[in-house]
């Protein structure tokens, strides 16, 4: 059973878990949700979503008005699979928990993440996943923009050089031939876009608990992150 939320009693508990791409923040929130038994949000798949949604009910990308209804009102669920399985992602009804990670998806998200009203339709979006009994909101502008009064808010790192090494390994496990100096030099690049962005950019909100994730494993950061909400009798 979860406590109340220590704000507006109204309100269900949120935990919101930022960093950047490697940090381990999808596994850990997975984890996370599953051992409390609340909902998950990722919210770095909406964009994405939003622009499969688009392309399968035949809307142009460019065309913002009926993008941004489509991302007010997306049918989307985010069900942790079982221990050790990957979250599934239902769209309208469909299983698109492989495609919506595609680089052709991603190619996708980055055409309507530029439209304003879009952004817009999906930051009420993403809030209204806050229910009970609570939720881990998984992302990169959780507590600084989307739940700035989250009841605990996690800013998850490790080093670039650790990052690019387990998404190497990730590649290399599913059968793909990948460089790693080429993998390192992709997330310097977009840490650096993330973090200097004009729009929500990347850092930890001013009361984020820190954790550098660098030579431990997901069960060391979960024990740290769980020992957390304990303390904040959020659980």
């Known amino acids: 059973m979860s406590a109340p939320s220590k704000g507006d009693p109204s309100k269900s508990p949120v935990i919101a878990v930022d960093g950047p791409s490697g940090s381990g923040k999808g ?3 997975q984890k996370l949700a599953q051992h409390l038994g609340w909902s998950l949000l990722d919210s ?5 979503l939003v622009g499969l949604a688009g392309v399968k009910h035949g809307i142009a990308l460019d065309q913002e008005a009926p993008l941004t ?17 990957p979250t599934a992602v239902i769209l309208e009804g469909e299983d698109v928990s492989d495609v919506v990670r595609s680089e052709s998806t991603g ?23 806050a229910q009970a009994p609570g939720l881990v909101a998984d992302g990169r502008d959780m507590g600084t923009v989307v739940f700035t009064d989250a009841d605990l808010k996690i800013f998850l790192t490790a080093s670039a050089e650790e990052r690019a090494d387990r998404r190497y390994n990730q590649l290399i496990n599913k059968g793909e031939s990948v460089s790693l100096a080429a ?4 997330i310097r690049a977009r840490d650096k876009r993330d973090s200097e962005r004009k729009v929500a950019p990347l ?8 954790i550098d994730s660098s030579g431990l494993g997901i069960d060391d950061v979960f024990d740290r992150v ?10």
């Open 27 to 29: 596994t850990l929130c």
């Open 44 to 48: 770095g798949a909406l964009y994405r």
């Open 69 to 85: 209804e489509l991302a007010r009102d997306l049918d989307v669920r985010f069900e942790p699979g079982a221990e050790g399985e």
């Open 107 to 129: 190619e996708l998200a980055s055409q309507v993440a530029v439209l304003p009203e879009v952004r817009k339709a999906l930051l009420g979006r993403q809030r209204a996943f």
């Open 183 to 186: 993998l390192l030099e992709d």
């Open 203 to 210: 850092k930890p909100a001013d009361d984020a608990v820190i």
């Open 226 to 235: 769980l020992a957390v909400v304990r303390e904040r009798g959020l659980v």
